[in-house]
């Protein structure tokens, strides 16, 4: 047995005893040490879900972990007992048309930890032991859990950037300073952007982005000017925040042939489709990950990417309750880290 941290509804939130499964061919058992808590485990904490995707039944929270390998399967070679590994929480199928032209991120047959959009859901990865495919780890040997556990969301971020193109010598606005504007930052700072610049509504996670890499940053609330003075000499942005107010407000700094990049979630949005047409805008989506997870493991691993400064908190298992409460509260939380 094991425990594991299982949403029931909103609020509702308990650590239970659950099943270890033996493992199958080409398995191992990770001992999971971290996780982080996300902005979709947020969802699920508060309201049961998001847009049309609900809990129908009591499922593991969780994706953003990492650990030591426990146990492996007997055909399994790449792995061995003791390996520290970041998890891959997206198990594509590999046989799809999707996978097979590259784009693991769209399988049709995903089953990603911690999702309701089956049903049955997919459980998570908030548990002490997770027996999952091999080809889900990513080995690294420097780096502890707790900094490994940032693997997940980094990988979304430099999704975000490869969906950008090249960044090369250009002005990049983040939108939006949580945990994934932050990375997208510290993203863009590693592939060669020259200025990287975060805005938000709130100091407290903008202190953070500066700490992090940004080379400015700016309260749009408090200092609208300080916006509205770059003109319109913004290369890419890469809107974090899924605020429409903050995606038309960028709009207007766009330099003409820019790029903006969505990766923030929201609501239906209307645009100015004169400014998108006469400024020749590209408008692109960004989901998930493909071959970034392993990039974003070697990354922390190295020291490339020194992540530190966004882990704010971490808390017990046992105290979950009070770690999901606090990383809701964007003033005092950026990452808040979950010990097994």
């Known amino acids: ?21 033996a493992l199958g061919p080409g398995e191992v058992r990770v001992r999971v040490e971290a996780g982080g808590i996300c902005g979709s485990d947020l969802h699920y904490y508060h309201h049961g879900g998001f847009g ?5 039944h009591p499922m593991i929270l969780g994706h953003e972990i990492a650990g030591h390998v426990a146990e492996v399967a007997s055909d399994v070679v790449d792995l061995a007992v003791g390996n520290v590994v ?10 799809c048309v999707q996978c097979l032209a590259g784009r693991a991120n769209h399988c049709t047959d995903m089953r990603f930890y911690g999702s309701a959009m089956r049903d049955p859901h997919i459980d ?5 032991d997770l027996v999952c495919h091999a080809r889900q780890c990513v080995k690294a040997t420097h780096k502890s859990p707790a900094e490994l556990a940032l693997s997940e ?14 960044l090369m010598g250009k002005r990049l606005l983040v939108t939006g300073a949580g945990p994934i504007g932050t990375l997208v930052a510290v993203a863009a700072r590693l592939n060669g952007a020259r200025d990287v610049i975060v805005t938000d509504i709130l100091s407290e996670p903008l202190a953070i982005a500066r700490k992090a890499g940004a080379d400015r940053t700016i309260n749009s609330r408090e200092t609208p000017e300080a916006l509205s003075a770059l003109g319109r000499s913004v290369d890419v942005l890469i809107e974090c925040s899924g605020n429409e107010q903050a995606l038309r407000g960028a709009l207007d700094l766009m330099a003409p042939c820019g790029t903006i990049v969505q990766l923030g979630l929201g609501d239906d949005v209307t645009l100015p489709q004169s400014r998108i047409v006469t400024g020749e805008l590209s408008w692109v989506g960004s989901f998930r990950f493909r071959e970034e997870f392993a990039l ?28 999901f409460d606090l990383a809701s509260n964007r003033r005092e939380a950026m990452k808040v880290l979950l010990e097994f």
């Open 1 to 21: 047995m094991t425990q594991a941290l299982v949403i029931h509804a909103p609020h509702d939130l308990r650590v239970e005893q659950r099943e270890v499964p």
């Open 52 to 56: 049309a995707v609900r809990i129908k």
């Open 86 to 95: 970041a998890v891959n929480p997206g198990l594509a199928c590999m046989h």
């Open 124 to 128: 998570g990865a908030f548990r002490q």
């Open 153 to 166: 969301p980094f990988a979304v971020a430099l999704h975000a950037v490869c969906r950008a193109g090249s």
């Open 296 to 323: 974003a493991v070697d990354l922390i691993d190295s020291g490339k990417a020194d992540l530190s400064a966004l882990v704010t908190q971490r808390f017990a298992l046992s105290d979950a309750g009070k770690a």
